[in-house]
């Protein structure tokens, strides 16, 4: 007799806040891992308006709340701080499959004017209060109204000073989440007619409201990890140690392989690259100076290769230096290794890791100072053996080593032996 009462007793409720203005919410909240993400929800039933409240803390350089149970699909609202870190950018977004999710202007979501609980960044606290407009009109997201387990995700940025942001503009590129999860409301609870104001921020879990899936932490980046380790190992390491076996070793098959496995190297780094590139709005569209570089890097270490190959062939069938030899030696070879190395700077700049690029540049001008030095020595000693004028003050019997006793002829016939080691080094 009772259970026929209560469709009476939820029309009359509805009746009730519509002629009274009240609003029913329900709130998520998650409270572990150093989080405390408050989600306040409450719908409009006629014109399908969603009210909502988000708080966070603001260590983190972003937060989302988005709809449906993965990242496919969704509708998400991000926030972060403004350009004057007092205030907050609202950023409505579709997200497609595990890329950063692309700003949609259609969705109409704003920030709610509120005097009692303002929006923007207080007491190291996101504080938001918003609404989207008729928000179960867009496609390619699973969302009703009427749905008791309603599936929502959440998620925070990265935290730390070197992850700030600070933009007005909604579509800004952000650095990949470090905490995600899910939870379930049923809107049913939440859906009334005439609901015209965000809810008061809950304080606690509504009855009607519940965890998904557990918090996920440690979320990282790994393809671009390994396409920065590859790409720093191939022209910080690499082809520098290539130079030096050569250069100052004289081994030349060593210089060949070392070489080879870099420019392996070298295309197998770009072709991770073109993969991230994928996954973010900031390097989708292949038009960054970093990407665009990248390329042509590309096209020159494999043109580079193919000349040393080249002349190291003809010269060991003829015996004589090749034209090329000047290109690989004194113009490609030093290019794409500088532009390279500078390419890493701008890579990190587009990877959002600027704080990475002053320990980089230490590193690889460390690499070629040391690398200068061991070419300049070598180069002193060569010098050395071939004019014995140049060691100055040496002693008569340190002098008599280089043949210098034997007067001016075996003098000549040590430079001409010296001119065709320098002939035959040439071909390297």
Known sequence: MMGSW???????????????????????????????????????????????RISAPSKFSWIAVGTGDKMDGSMMFLAYPAADGKNVTLSARLADSHHEPVYNDK???????????????????????????????????????????????????????????????ASFS??????????????????????????????????GASLGD??????????????????????VVGYPLGVFFLRVMDKVMWHAWVQGATVGLTILGTGLGLYISRLYNRSKNVNS????????????VVTQFILGYLHHRIYKAKQRATKRIKVHK?????????????NGALGFDLALKEYLVTPYVVVFCI????????????????????????????????????GFHHGHSQRANESEIGLVGMEARDHR
């Open 6 to 52: 209560k469709p009476f007793l939820g029309v009359a409720w509805i009746l009730f806040a519509s002629i009274t203005g009240t609003v029913a919410e329900s709130t998520f909240l998650y409270s572990k891992d150093g989080l405390n993400f408050t989600f306040t929800l409450a719908a409009a039933a006629d014109s399908k308006d969603l009210f909502f």
């Open 367 to 402: 690499f070629l100072v040391t690398l200068a030095a061991a070419i300049w020595f070598k180069m002193l000693r060569s010098k050395r053996k071939q004019n014995p004028e140049f060691l100055g003050g040496l002693s008569g019997g340190q002098l008599g080593s280089y």
């Open 174 to 207: 952000i650095p990949r989440h470090s905490f995600y999860g899910s939870f379930r409301i049923d809107m049913k609870e939440v859906t009334f007619q005439n609901v015209t104001a965000a809810p008061a921020l809950g304080t606690a879990m509504s009855d």
């Open 214 to 235: 557990e918090l996920k932490t440690g979320d990282h980046d790994w393809a671009s990890i390994i396409h920065a380790v590859i790409m720093c190992i191939a022209f």
């Open 330 to 342: 004194f113009a490609l070879g030093p290019l794409v290794i500088i532009v390279g190395l500078a």
């Open 289 to 300: 100076a970093h990407q665009i570089l990248g390329l042509f890097i590309l096209l020159g």
């Open 107 to 169: 969705i109409n979501a704003s920030l709610i004017a509120s005097p009692d609980e303002p929006n923007g960044i207080i007491e190291a606290q996101y504080y938001i209060a918003a609404v989207c407009r008729n928000c179960t009109g867009y496609p390619h997201q699973t969302f009703s109204l009427t749905n008791p387990a309603q599936d929502f995700i959440f998620a925070v940025g990265p935290s730390g000073s070197n992850h700030r942001i600070l933009s007005d503009s």
